[in-house]
């Protein structure tokens, strides 16, 4: 009886004091959803440093991040908005926006953030573009990238040609670079999907869409885009670019750190990578090769975006605006993340960055990829049709009047 | 009155795994069906217009699906047919042993314990298409069996011989596992009697050994083929679909609908006719084994 009258009292008090807490604890959780890379400091430096600073500035909000896998990302995003346990904020990829803004999953900055003019300004316009579906901004850039001409200095050195500077140059590159080793490429990229066409594409002035969005017809299949892909093709039959665009051979930071590759296009993540994993291996970078459209490549990057039914909108809005914040923007840049403030441009910071220069001098001419909910099902007629050309199962205008025909449905 | 509370007593003993069953699976099973029927919105709180048939007529005219059936269909046939052909004969040799009998089951049942993503990574590996591919090594290099590498996970027939190769190299553990318990339960004295009779190993086999399987057998490959009528990591890890498609399986297919394209309510279409096209074949299986009765149908 009196250890009965013991426990009673006990949980009375324990009960009490659960309610006393909660009841004084008027802190809100809010949970945001990030892919930083967890080996190169980005996710650290997040956790351990920026959002504690960000939790001591405003001791009402708790911040939760939870390191998603770029690769399963949208994947669990899906699957937690459809079960309604959806974080309040994410760190989306820059082409995801419209098909989650069409769905109705994003909360429109423009009609809920009072300040989002001012933002708008301070940010660059073309990452910011991304953010825009159908009259709206979803979003705001967190960070942006591009990719540049990444050259092995050994090989070339071992070839005895200078780096590129414009396709033209590419096949006479070629035969230099496999007269000094009959088994090495002059390129490499891991398959025929836009990211890796797009640049080549645009270099030689062709498109995929028309700038409204409505029809594909005259843009992928026009003589500009032929030639691009015919060029490509060429380079391929000629054993300059890696069996790898096929979908199977040495990858390419393997290849090209290995002396096989003798340049590949890639974004200022492949330092860190690079540095990581051959310490010694020596390359530079340089401009995309210019064809007659220019030195175009594709822009990259991450947004930050609330999801409509977030319980926490405001404190969700205070984290993004910290997110975007010139100390934030300052500090991620030590990892490799290139800012998005207008006011860094021309900031010590940037200039002194050891690779962000020659970036910068690439996205000034860089171009997004096509705004659409559809894009997944765009960039896979992309690929199969270079696919095709590659098989020589069709001719490069025949693929592409095609993807020309799909695509157009797809964007209807 | 006595009567029907005894009546009512096994019920109670269903009830809890009937529960599970039914959160688990009959309400995702319904909730799909809902979905198929409808134009789906993942936002929880939005509309979603109801769309009747439209999402399965859609389904006759899509070449893509039926690809991946006829892939899916040749890949079930090829596995299920190897696994049971190499898991028949590691029982037989493993049944026969005098010494290591638990050490060689364990061996040859460890890649059905290991993870699909490790050992579909591990393939791709060995089928690299570079020249240090070590299927590539092994046939250029140790055996001269052919000159230049082969472009492995390039071509259709190429990929599939790598993802096949895995299927199968994956499941002979677990056939083996239930024909080796089903060969330990022949009585012994009908192989004795047999042998006195005049009865060679052939004939042993043939008019003792399968007749007492068949059962086993049509257990084993109906088991089996709901499997490879599921496979979706190899592919996924090896080669993604491509060439061109020409590796996509069904739920392959079905998952990218869903999860890329977004289009649920014409992915749950599609896993409804799927499964209607799984379930007929089972059917059909069990009955040309001629009503033997295995475990699948007890």
Same mark, same amino acid.
């Given at each position: 009886?009196?250890?009965?009258?013991?426990?009673?009292?006990?949980?009375?008090?324990?009960?009490?004091?659960?309610?006393?807490?909660?009841?004084?604890?008027?802190?809100?959780?809010?949970?945001?959803?990030?892919?930083? &890379?967890?080996?190169?400091?980005?996710?650290?430096?997040?956790?351990?440093?920026?959002?504690?600073?960000?939790?001591?500035?405003?001791?009402?909000?708790?911040?939760?991040?939870?390191?998603?896998?770029?690769?399963?990302?949208?994947?669990?995003?899906?699957?937690?908005?459809?079960?309604?346990?959806?974080?309040?904020?994410?760190?989306?990829?820059?082409?995801?926006?419209?098909?989650?803004? *069409?769905?109705?999953?994003? @909360?429109?900055?423009?009609?809920?953030?009072?300040?989002?003019?001012?933002?708008?300004?301070?940010?660059?316009?073309?990452? @910011?573009?991304?953010?825009?579906?159908?009259?709206?901004?979803?979003?705001?850039?967190?960070?942006?990238?591009?990719?540049?001409? @990444?050259?092995?200095?050994?090989?070339?050195?071992?070839?005895?040609?200078?780096?590129?500077?414009?396709?033209?140059?590419?096949?006479?590159?070629?035969?230099?670079?496999?007269?000094?080793?009959?088994?090495?490429?002059?390129?490499?990229?891991?398959?025929?999907?836009?990211?890796?066409? @797009?640049?080549?594409?645009?270099?030689?002035?062709?498109?995929?869409? #028309?700038?409204?969005?409505?029809?594909?017809?005259?843009?992928? %299949?026009?003589?500009?885009?032929?030639?691009?892909?015919?060029?490509?093709?060429?380079?391929?039959?000629?054993?300059?670019?890696?069996?790898?665009?096929?979908?199977?051979?040495?990858?390419?930071?393997?290849?090209?750190? $290995?002396?096989?590759?003798? #340049?590949?296009?890639?974004?200022?993540?492949?330092?860190?990578?690079?540095?990581?994993?051959?310490?010694?291996?020596?390359?530079?970078?340089?401009?995309?090769?210019?064809?007659?459209?220019?030195?175009?490549?594709?822009?990259?990057?991450?947004?930050?975006?609330?999801?409509?039914?977030?319980?926490?909108?405001? *404190?969700?809005?205070?984290?993004?605006?910290?997110?975007?914040?010139?100390?934030?923007?300052?500090?991620?840049?030590?990892?490799?993340?290139?800012?998005?403030?207008?006011?860094?441009?021309?900031?010590?910071?940037?200039? %002194?960055?050891?690779?962000? $220069?020659?970036?910068?001098?690439?996205?000034?001419?860089?171009?997004?990829?096509?705004?659409?909910? &559809?894009?997944?099902?765009?960039?896979?007629?992309?690929? #199969?049709?270079?696919?095709?050309?590659?098989?020589?199962?069709?001719?490069?205008?025949?693929?592409?009047?095609?993807?020309?025909?799909?695509?157009?449905?797809?964007?209807? | /009155?006595?009567? =029907?509370?005894?009546?009512?007593?096994?019920?109670?003993?269903?009830?809890?795994?009937?529960?599970? =069953?039914?959160?688990?699976?009959?309400?995702?099973?319904?909730?799909?069906?809902?979905?198929?029927?409808?134009?789906?919105?993942?936002?929880?709180?939005?509309?979603?217009?109801?769309?009747?048939?439209?999402?399965?007529?859609?389904?006759?005219?899509?070449?893509?699906?039926?690809?991946?059936?006829?892939?899916?269909?040749?890949?079930? +046939?090829?596995?299920?047919?190897?696994? /049971?052909?190499?898991?028949?004969? !590691?029982?037989?040799?493993?049944?026969?042993?005098?010494?290591?009998? !638990?050490?060689?089951?364990?061996?040859?049942?460890?890649? !059905?314990?290991?993870?699909?993503?490790?050992?579909?990574?591990?393939?791709?590996?060995?089928?690299?298409?570079?020249?240090?591919?070590?299927?590539?090594?092994?046939?250029?290099?140790?055996?001269?069996?052919?000159?230049?590498?082969?472009?492995?996970?390039?071509?259709?027939?190429?990929?599939?011989?790598?993802?096949?190769?895995?299927?199968?190299?994956?499941?002979?553990?677990?056939?083996?596992?239930?024909?080796?318990?089903?060969?330990?339960?022949?009585?012994?004295? +009908?192989?004795?009697?047999?042998?006195?009779?005049?009865?060679?190993?052939?004939?042993?086999?043939?008019?003792?050994? +399968?007749?007492?399987?068949?059962?086993?057998?049509?257990?084993?490959? !109906? /088991?089996?083929?709901?499997?490879?009528?599921?496979?979706?990591?190899?592919?996924?890890?090896?080669?993604?679909?491509?060439?061109?498609?020409?590796?996509?399986?069904?739920?392959?297919?079905?998952?990218?609908?869903?999860?890329?394209? +977004?289009?649920?309510?014409?992915?749950?279409?599609?896993?409804?006719?799927?499964?209607?096209?799984?379930?007929?074949?089972?059917?059909?299986?069990?009955?040309?084994?001629?009503?033997?009765?295995?475990?699948?149908?007890?």
């Amino acid at each position: 009886m009196k250890h009965r009258i013991i426990f009673i009292t006990l949980s009375i008090i324990m009960l009490l004091c659960t309610c006393i807490t909660s009841f004084a604890d008027d802190t809100v959780n809010i949970t945001f959803w990030h892919g930083y &890379n967890e080996d190169n400091g980005e996710a650290d430096l997040l956790i351990n440093t920026l959002i504690p600073q960000f939790e001591a500035e405003h001791p009402n909000i708790k911040v939760t991040a939870v390191s998603v896998p770029y690769d399963s990302f949208l994947t669990k995003l899906i699957a937690a908005i459809s079960a309604g346990s959806a974080p309040d904020l994410f760190r989306s990829d820059i082409i995801w926006v419209p098909q989650l803004a *069409e769905q109705g999953v994003l @909360l429109s900055l423009d009609e809920n953030m009072p300040d989002f003019e001012e933002y708008k300004e301070a940010v660059f316009e073309g990452p @910011l573009s991304t953010n825009y579906w159908k009259g709206h901004y979803y979003g705001l850039p967190l960070d942006t990238n591009t990719k540049v001409w @990444l050259s092995n200095s050994a090989m070339y050195e071992k070839a005895g040609v200078p780096v590129p500077t414009a396709m033209t140059e590419l096949e006479e590159t070629c035969k230099a670079i496999k007269a000094s080793d009959p088994n090495a490429y002059l390129f490499s990229a891991d398959g025929f999907y836009a990211w890796n066409l @797009l640049p080549f594409i645009w270099s030689f002035g062709g498109g995929i869409t #028309d700038e409204e969005v409505t029809t594909a017809d005259g843009y992928i %299949n026009s003589p500009q885009t032929v030639a691009a892909y015919e060029f490509i093709m060429k380079l391929y039959d000629e054993g300059c670019i890696s069996p790898l665009i096929m979908g199977d051979g040495v990858d390419n930071y393997s290849g090209f750190a $290995g002396g096989l590759y003798a #340049d590949i296009s890639d974004g200022p993540w492949a330092y860190s990578i690079l540095n990581g994993q051959f310490p010694d291996f020596n390359f530079e970078a340089s401009l995309f090769p210019e064809g007659e459209g220019g030195s175009i490549q594709v822009i990259g990057g991450e947004d930050i975006n609330i999801i409509a039914q977030t319980q926490h909108k405001e *404190e969700a809005l205070e984290f993004m605006r910290f997110l975007v914040s010139k100390d934030y923007q300052i500090s991620m840049m030590s990892v490799g993340q290139m800012p998005v403030r207008n006011d860094l441009a021309d900031s010590e910071e940037v200039k %002194n960055h050891p690779y962000f $220069g020659i970036f910068l001098e690439q996205i000034a001419t860089s171009k997004a990829r096509t705004a659409h909910p &559809n894009w997944a099902q765009i960039d896979s007629v992309i690929t #199969d049709a270079g696919q095709l050309i590659a098989r020589k199962e069709m001719s490069a205008q025949q693929a592409l009047d095609d993807a020309a025909a799909k695509i157009s449905e797809l964007i209807k | /009155m006595k009567q =029907l509370k005894e009546k009512k007593f096994p019920y109670l003993f269903i009830l809890p795994g009937f529960l599970f =069953l039914f959160v688990w699976l009959i309400l995702p099973m319904l909730s799909a069906l809902n979905i198929s029927l409808r134009n789906w919105n993942i936002m929880p709180n939005m509309p979603k217009p109801w769309a009747g048939l439209t999402n399965y007529s859609q389904i006759l005219s899509d070449s893509l699906f039926w690809l991946s059936l006829k892939n899916t269909f040749v890949y079930a +046939l090829v596995t299920v047919i190897g696994q /049971m052909i190499l898991g028949l004969l !590691v029982a037989l040799l493993i049944d026969n042993l005098i010494f290591g009998k !638990v050490f060689f089951r364990a061996v040859y049942y460890l890649p !059905v314990v290991t993870s699909w993503v490790v050992v579909s990574l591990l393939f791709k590996f060995l089928f690299n298409s570079s020249p240090s591919g070590f299927i590539n090594y092994l046939l250029c290099n140790v055996f001269h069996i052919i000159d230049q590498p082969v472009s492995w996970l390039t071509e259709a027939n190429t990929s599939f011989a790598a993802i096949d190769t895995l299927g199968i190299w994956k499941g002979i553990g677990f056939a083996m596992i239930i024909f080796l318990a089903a060969l330990q339960s022949i009585p012994q004295d +009908l192989y004795e009697s047999a042998e006195i009779d005049g009865g060679g190993t052939i004939a042993l086999f043939r008019y003792i050994t +399968l007749p007492a399987l068949v059962p086993t057998i049509a257990t084993v490959s !109906v /088991m089996l083929l709901i499997g490879a009528f599921q496979t979706y990591v190899p592919v996924a890890m090896i080669t993604k679909g491509g060439p061109l498609h020409r590796t996509e399986m069904v739920v392959s297919y079905i998952y990218n609908t869903a999860f890329t394209n +977004l289009n649920f309510g014409y992915s749950s279409a599609l896993s409804y006719v799927f499964a209607l096209i799984v379930f007929g074949l089972s059917r059909l299986q069990l009955r040309a084994f001629g009503g033997q009765k295995g475990i699948a149908e007890k």
